[in-house]
């Protein structure tokens, strides 16, 4: 007879469902103590037109590689290397063009080991949002700016 899953799992599934309808959706299964989760996020950005798109979908794909860089670091690891696919332009149906980037990537959590993959998780989906919100434009310099070595104070040196 399968184990049921604990109450505090089924309390972790609603947050981490919650955080993936931010920008994506999250198909689980639950395998007592553990609970898997496979996630999709999507990162749209609203572009000018189709010749437009195909210019900054080498930025789009750098921003996803960059997304997959930290799900993994802030994980530890525990999140799998994310899968990334970027589709050619698209219409929507009021003559609008856009581009999706898909990252599809799982991991599986406990009732002690949630917390770093939460953490990671949502920080990737809020991003998601932002550049659905506010284009491509600047993301990568805000994101090229936090990796930059002269961003992180070196503790008791002055900048």
């Known amino acids: 007879m399968a184990q049921a899953p604990s109450p505090k799992l089924q309390a972790l599934l609603k947050d981490f469902q919650q955080i993936a309808s931010m920008s994506g959706y999250l198909n689980h299964s639950f395998d007592p103590p553990q609970l898997r989760l496979f996630?999709?996020?999507y990162g749209r950005v609203m572009v000018a037109s189709p010749e437009e798109a195909l210019t900054i979908t080498p930025r789009l794909q750098a921003w996803c590689d960059?997304?997959?860089?930290?799900?993994?670091?802030?994980?530890?690891?525990?999140i799998?290397?994310?899968?990334?696919?970027?589709s050619a332009p698209q219409t929507m149906p009021d003559g609008r063009d856009y581009l999706v980037a898909t990252l599809t990537?799982?991991?599986?959590?406990?009732?002690?080991?949630?917390?770093?993959v939460?953490?990671?998780v949502l920080a990737v989906y809020q991003e998601a949002v932002k550049m659905r919100e506010a284009g491509l434009q600047g993301m990568l310099a805000d994101s090229e700016a936090d990796a930059s070595p002269d961003a992180t104070p070196i503790p008791g040196r002055e900048p």
């Not at 960059?66 to 525990?78: D, F």
């Not at 406990?110 to 917390?115: G, I, P």
């Open 118 to 120: 939460r953490t990671a």
């Open 39 to 41: 996630f999709t996020l």
């Open 105 to 116: 990537f799982n991991t599986k959590v406990t009732e002690t080991s949630y917390l770093r």
């Open 66 to 78: 960059l997304q997959s860089v930290r799900l993994r670091e802030g994980s530890s690891s525990a």
């Open 80 to 86: 799998m290397p994310p899968q990334v696919q970027v």
